[in-house]
């Protein structure tokens, strides 16, 4: 078997990797490189998780400060990243501890797109995420409007 290297040719390394796993080859495993991956494994799916949480808080803060857009289109992403979010913490439950810390970098990038999106100043917008976890995931919760009279 030609041995792929892992920066020429990464698919094919990983399954000569697999393959030497698999046939107990210890000894001809690229041991650096798959520790490599696997750390950066984890890593992305702690980003993929912030991911899902930035655009559902994004669409929330949307739904609250511009009430007069409000549509099926903001309405079907909100379900559809509570679904993202509960079935990526199924498959991830490590990642459970990393909601608090992954909620305030993912409200501070929300709020960066809710003021591109929406043209509204930042300051229009609260600081601190305003809802819990357990609120903003709760299927019943719409944020009321954010507008003053």
């Known amino acids: 078997m030609n041995q792929a290297t892992y920066d020429q ?32 494994m984890s890593k992305s799916e702690k980003r ?5 949480l930035e655009t559902l808080l ?9 009430p007069a ?6 309405k079907f992403t909100v379900i559809e990243q509570r679904e993202r979010i509960l079935e990526h913490l199924q498959d991830n439950p490590g990642l459970k501890s990393k909601l608090p810390e992954l909620i305030i ?8 797109g809710a003021v591109r999106e929406t043209g509204l ?17 709760d299927e019943t919760f719409w944020p009321e409007s954010g507008i003053t009279p």
């Open 121 to 137: 100043p930042i300051s229009h917008f609260p600081e601190n995420c305003p809802w819990t976890y357990e609120t903003f995931m």
């Open 105 to 112: 970098r993912a409200y501070g990038y929300a709020v960066k």
């Open 69 to 74: 857009y409000q549509g099926n289109s903001w």
């Open 48 to 52: 993929a998780l912030q991911s899902f």
């Open 9 to 40: 040719d990464l698919y094919t390394w990983s399954l000569q990797q697999s393959q030497l796993l698999r046939e107990r080859k210890f000894d001809q495993v690229d041991w650096e490189h798959i520790i490599e991956e696997i750390e950066d």
């Open 58 to 66: 994004m669409h929330l803060l949307k739904w609250q400060y511009q």
